[in-house]
């Protein structure tokens, strides 16, 4: 098992910028995938954005240009880097960890989520 905690949320102005975490514990042997998601009310969950175990990155367009994702692996923690944040990133964001491969994936673990609220 994978224990996920986001951590780093909170109420920030427009134009402003947040750096979620995601601290894993447990047994992280054999994840291939990390990513964020989100989840506005009334809305479904989003992705957001992909780190991979070999250190590509993708992105949504509703973050290309403004979000970064990483990783410190001595931490066992990614992060979400948000730039030039607008109303419409208000949400409950998520980190989810993903075992195994593409094709067969063995662990699909999912953090409790912070809330990030966008608002002057």
């Known amino acids: 098992q994978v224990q996920l905690v986001e951590s780093g949320g909170g109420l920030v102005q427009p134009g402003g910028s947040l750096r979620l975490s995601c601290a894993a514990s447990g047994n992280i042997n054999n994840i291939y995938a990390m990513d964020w998601y989100r989840q506005a009310p009334g809305n479904l969950r989003e992705w957001i954005a992909r780190?991979?175990?070999?250190?590509?990155?993708n992105y949504a367009d509703s973050g290309k240009g403004r979000f970064t994702i990483s990783r410190d692996n001595a931490k066992n923690t990614v992060y979400l880097q948000m730039n030039s944040l607008k109303p419409e990133d208000t949400a409950v964001y998520y980190c989810n960890w993903l075992r195994g491969t593409e094709d067969v994936r063995t662990g699909n673990y999912w953090g409790r989520g912070t809330q990030v609220t966008v608002s002057s």
């Open positions: 780190l991979t175990s070999s250190g590509s990155t």
